[in-house]
């Protein structure tokens, strides 16, 4: 799944061996490294993709392919069916719920965090009503977000797990760049996406970078559908300003959400591993017919 630098060594070796190679959750090449393609034609038999536009990108290689759908979208089904009795958070009358999600890894909180902090507390200069959530997906995190929150000198609630309740409850939804934004779509939330880059980085990056969409909500629709920032500095008050907009701007807003429901009326439906594992076993299966060769020395077919 996914990551290539090691998976590449598995299925060189999978091939010395003769051993058929299926990728499922394919490395996004799309985005970044796309001269890899040729090696991945070496490696893999068959691809299984998870994002429509993958399909075609790598038809146009050579490679067989089929899309099956994004797994996330099993496991928000399933959740929603289950913890539907889940009450959300409350709120005021009047009262906007901001939520910050940073993402899952050490260095995403310790780039990200402080800069959607300061935005948030400028939102809060403007619209004094509003609650701030702080998304913890992992308890071992807690103390290093409650440090950074502490700085900021914000009155924010940091809440651990419970990322679907967060989600729902809440008006916008200021996160980076990952899986979390199908996540937030998938409930159709306003919110804004960020990318935290050095200059240097960036520099270094863009000639590389093969779509204009950093979020993937943007990539799939492709289109624009949720404010994307792509930051070389701590530009928070354009953050801010994005955000109050959406939280006032009516039209603004509800063009957001119909914009997120429709792509997840298109991608969000679930049983994307079922299909996934009906691929599987239909290559399997052509890999292991029978194959009737005549003989040139015999009127009897041999079977092999």
Known sequence: MDYCGFNFQL?????????????YITPQLWAHGP???KKLRKLVDFLIVIYPFEKSFYETSGLPVTYVGHPLFDELDRER???NHLSMEEK???????????????????RLLPLLLRAAKQIKQTIPSIKILVSCTSEQYFSLIRLIVEASHLPAEIIVGC?????QSSDICLAGSGTVTLQIAY???PMLIVYKISPFAYFIARPFLTTPYIGLVNILANKMIVPETLMCSNNYSRLANQAIELLRN?????LCIENLRSLMDDIGKPGASERAAEEIFRFLRQETQPVIVKSETNSNDKMI
């Open 11 to 23: 299925a060189r070796a999978a091939k010395k061996l003769k051993i058929p190679v299926i990728y």
């Open 35 to 37: 001269w890899r393609i």
């Open 81 to 83: 069916r289950i913890n």
């Open 92 to 110: 005021q009358v009047g009262e906007y719920i901001v939520s910050l999600l940073p993402g899952s890894r050490k260095q995403e909180i310790i």
């Open 163 to 167: 990322v679907r309740k967060i989600i």
């Open 187 to 189: 409930y159709h939330t």
């Open 250 to 254: 009516n039209q603004k807003r509800h």
